[in-house]
């Protein structure tokens, strides 16, 4: 049969236009590191500053979470997905945003598979450079430390949030298997840093396994860790504006945005002799610089609401704190407690020039005085809603109450359940509920 000629002509133009698309779909993606590469010791300095980077993003996405379930934030914005967490019934929606989100997102953050990715990438790095030897990576010890560390991080930030985690297709564990495995990461962190110099990381190293030992009840260790952290120590998570991935998320979710707010319960926190109580007498007390909330012009997305910003995170650029010397003395003060509490307090106070407490120190006391001072100091950092968990303290709104606006009740979520997409990609896991 003969062919038309425009036909011919037609394939000819259409082979190579066919051609063409086939290349476009070898091309990769800039922003993509090929998964081979992560095999590779050459790599090795590659894998753990990726690792860095996923821990960094998720710690941000972690704080706004912990924030908004507890009465740091409040809800500002018209997305229903997202308001469980500021109606504390997250915790009976396990196919919820908290499990699915990643920790980019703005409007819905999320927390399991942000901290989920974090622990596996420093988990995974410091599997590689075990298995590796000096020759083949130099400077090993020291990428081990901050794989190891920020291992630690992420394993302790995860057992803040969550009521239970899995990791690596295992069966799900709880807090404190959580903190125990965070405790395992950062001795071996402080170890190689101690070998490879690396004073930073001993000392994030120290003030991590402070953290998670006094979570666990071991007041001795937490307290002995504690002591060691010098005047001035702090570990951030790196932020800029020029990357959504690299927001400071406090930032971003309040001012630059608009979807979240400082609630109303923490815009004034007062600081005086004794614990403050809302609505009583303020004589001796002064607003605390450290918890200090900033009207903003941003518009909120609700339309309704005025948005108040922490005043520790003004940009986009703004850190984040990771470990630091002043949560190392409130750790200090927590596992000693009495008068020793108050002295620790007391000097933390100074350095701010607010007034001292001078209020009975009974046991109990103290432990309110603790939490309220952690609410101050921590503010905004991600602690406030494990530590409503673990001081049993009143959830405000009450349960029960009605939900303004958006519908429903207040729950009690403190600690997050096993999330849906764990159950169901985790054969280990699916019984879990």
């Not at 190579?16 to 050459?42: H, I, S």
């Not at 740091?72 to 500021?86: I, K, N, R, T």
């Not at 989920?116 to 988990?123: Q, Y």
């Not at 004034?268 to 903003?296: E, I």
Request: charged fraction near 20%; hydrophobic fraction near 40%; aromatic fraction near 8%.
């Amino acid at each position: 049969m003969t062919r038309n000629p425009l036909f011919r002509l037609a394939a000819a133009i259409a082979l190579p236009a066919l051609l063409a698309c086939n290349q476009l779909l070898d091309v990769n993606a800039t922003d993509r590191v090929p998964a081979e590469l992560f095999d590779d010791p050459a790599q090795a300095s590659l894998m753990v500053n990726s690792a860095v980077g996923d821990f960094e993003c998720a710690i941000g996405s972690f704080v706004v979470v912990e924030a908004i379930i507890s009465d740091e934030f409040s809800d500002a914005q018209l997305g229903a997905a997202a308001w469980p967490y500021d109606r504390r019934d997250a915790n009976t929606q396990p196919g919820g945003i908290y499990g699915t989100s990643p920790c980019t997102s703005n409007q819905n953050p999320g927390v399991y598979t942000p901290m989920s990715t974090a622990r596996w990438s420093a988990d995974h790095a410091l599997t590689k450079l075990q298995a590796w030897t000096d020759q083949q990576v130099p400077g090993r010890g020291a990428l081990m430390a901050r794989s190891a560390l920020y291992a630690g991080f992420s394993y302790s930030l995860m057992g803040m949030a969550m009521c239970q985690a899995a990791f690596d297709l295992q069966a799900p564990i709880d807090q404190p298997a959580m903190f125990a495995l965070a405790e395992a990461r950062f001795t071996t962190a402080m170890g190689e840093a101690t070998t490879a110099g690396l004073a930073s990381v001993v000392n994030a190293g120290l003030v991590g396994r402070a953290r998670v030992r006094l979570f666990r009840g071991d007041l001795p260790g937490a307290a002995a860790d504690a002591q060691l952290v010098p005047a001035g120590f702090e570990l951030d998570a790196s932020a800029s504006s020029d990357d959504n991935r690299r927001f400071n998320r406090v930032n971003a979710v309040t001012t630059f945005f608009g979807f979240y707010t400082v609630d109303t319960m923490s815009r004034r926190l007062r600081v005086g002799p004794t614990v403050f109580v809302p609505g009583g007498d303020s004589t001796g007390f002064v607003l605390d610089p450290r918890s200090k909330a900033d009207s903003t012009p941003t518009r909120a997305a609700d339309g309704v609401q005025k948005i108040y910003q922490p005043a520790k995170y003004p940009s986009r650029d703004t850190p984040i704190p990771i470990a630091h010397y002043e949560e190392a003395q409130l750790i200090v003060a927590e596992a000693q407690g009495g008068a020793n509490a108050v002295t620790i307090i007391n000097a933390l106070r100074d350095a701010q020039s607010l007034p001292h407490y001078t209020g009975p120190t009974d046991a109990a006391s103290i432990t309110q005085l603790i939490a309220d001072e952690r609410r101050r100091v921590l503010f905004v950092e991600g602690f406030r809603n494990y530590d409503m968990q673990r001081f049993n303290l009143p959830l405000l709104p009450a349960p029960g109450t009605n939900y303004p606006s958006k519908g429903g009740t207040y729950g009690n979520t403190t600690c997050l359940p096993l999330p849906d997409i764990e159950r169901f990609n985790n054969p280990n896991a699916s019984a879990s509920r």
